[in-house]
């Protein structure tokens, strides 16, 4: 069936340091493929998506591009913040050739980040 | 623009009793999600809704969960009786119609079953 799977947290990293999530996906057809992140006490917000191979989608230095050869949608930053620390959810949606499935998320199961001054 | 607005933002029950969580989505959007988010299953779809009918209802744990969404401007997810094991964060979400369009996000119910 269809899935998402992320690269279990969680993640600890020193301000500055690179971020890498990985991303990958189980599908058929031609999902789009979204980042949502998530704040304490908060709800899900957006990220960044693409809608297609190749795409690359990017937000407040995030960065993730669709390779729809490897199925994947790895989320980078070069440089990241305190500010950053949150629950990274990666999630694929499919268009109207899916029927009774349109506008439903698929979700992976989150990667806490945590960024030390 | 208003958001997803959900209430309460948090409850306190007793089990056995009856928990009603409510959700405005964003005026025009045609779709509507409810779901639970736990430390042990993370985040599970319960139902979702297009032009207020019922899409697909099977990701609702038991009889005991029920959803109405008599408009397009109101939802309510209902659990009775209540149990511990439903004490969780509960969001809406709803989006446009059409394929890539986004969710948007209530800032949750964060519900505890005593």
């Known amino acids: 069936g269809d899935s998402v799977t992320q690269m279990e947290g969680p993640v600890t990293l020193s301000e500055e340091a690179f971020l890498t999530i990985n991303c990958t996906y189980t599908a058929t057809g031609y999902p789009s493929l979204f980042w949502y992140v998530q704040y304490p006490g908060e709800g899900l917000q957006l990220l960044l998506k693409a809608t297609k191979a190749d795409d690359k989608g990017s937000n407040k230095g995030f960065e993730a591009t669709y390779r729809k050869e490897t199925t994947s949608f790895h989320l980078e930053k070069g440089s990241v913040q305190v500010s950053d620390s949150a629950v990274y959810f990666c999630?694929?949606?499919?268009?109207?050739?899916?029927?009774?499935?349109?506008?439903?998320?698929?979700f992976g199961r989150g990667t806490q980040l945590t960024v030390w001054p | 623009d208003a958001g997803v607005i959900q209430s309460p933002r948090h409850e306190v029950t007793e089990m056995g009793q009856e928990v009603t969580l409510r959700c405005k989505p964003i005026?025009?959007?045609?779709?509507l999600f409810w779901y639970r988010q736990t430390m042990m299953r993370g985040l599970e779809l319960l139902i979702y809704f297009n032009n207020n009918v019922p899409i697909d209802d099977s990701g609702m744990p038991e009889d005991r969960f029920s959803a109405k969404m008599p408009n397009a401007s109101f939802s309510t997810l209902k659990i009775q009786p209540s149990e511990p094991r439903d004490s969780a964060v509960y969001f809406c979400?709803?989006?446009?119609?059409?394929?890539?369009?986004?969710?948007?996000f209530g800032d949750g119910t964060r519900l505890s079953i005593l």
């Open positions: 999630a694929l949606s499919y268009g109207a050739d899916r029927g009774s499935t349109l506008g439903r998320l698929y």
């Open positions: 005026s025009g959007h045609d779709y």
């Open positions: 979400a709803s989006s446009p119609w059409g394929s890539n369009q986004p969710q948007h």
